[in-house]
């Protein structure tokens, strides 16, 4: 009976079938192989988003110690700069104060010395044209008083504002560690 189907179209078929057969077993290694690649793959997918949804967190992270680290050293700067003119200004204010005492003081000597019996009495007869110069002697310099004053008042303000600008570029502007 088996003899029966052995004719070509049986051998044919057998033929067939057993290439069909090699066929399926290939295509399920294949199937099985590309599975095992697909959850390789997969599994790799995934770690590349944890990764990448980390990497992002750090960064969020980093910008937000950075901007707050900005914020801290901008405070900083701000303020040490505000101490400095603040005493700039203090001691613009004692040196200003002082000279205008001084001046004031010299003014007073001046008129004392130029008229020193007016304290005392009824005033004196004057020498002759040739000593009585005092109000000249006071600004022999060139200056008049209140001119000398206005420019110890400027070369005080200058001075000062030198050392500002001094003590402002000693401030250091980059984020401290």
């Not at 997918?45 to 910008?63: G, I, K, W």
């Not at 310099?141 to 504002?161: C, S, V, Y």
């Amino acid at each position: 009976m088996i003899f029966r189907f052995l004719n070509i179209q049986g051998i044919a078929g057998i033929a067939v079938s057993v290439a069909l057969g090699i066929l399926l077993v290939v295509q399920k290694a294949e199937t099985r192989h590309w599975r095992k690649q697909s959850a390789s793959f997969e599994q790799l997918y995934r770690q590349d988003r944890e990764s990448f949804a980390s990497t992002v967190a750090n960064y969020h992270l980093a910008a937000v110690q950075a901007r707050a680290a900005d914020q801290a050293n901008a405070q900083r700067v701000a303020a040490d700069q505000r101490i400095i003119s603040e005493r700039t200004e203090h001691d613009f204010e004692t040196r200003l104060a002082a000279a205008r005492a001084d001046a004031q003081r010299l003014r007073i000597s001046a008129q004392a010395t130029a008229n020193p019996g007016a304290r005392r009495g009824p005033p004196m007869p004057s020498l002759s044209g040739g000593t009585g110069s005092t109000a000249e002697a006071a600004g022999q310099d060139g200056l008049p008083p209140a001119d000398a004053l206005i420019a110890t008042e400027q070369a005080i303000q200058l001075d000062e504002l030198i050392k500002w600008v001094r003590e402002q570029a000693k401030v250091d502007t980059n984020t401290k560690p």
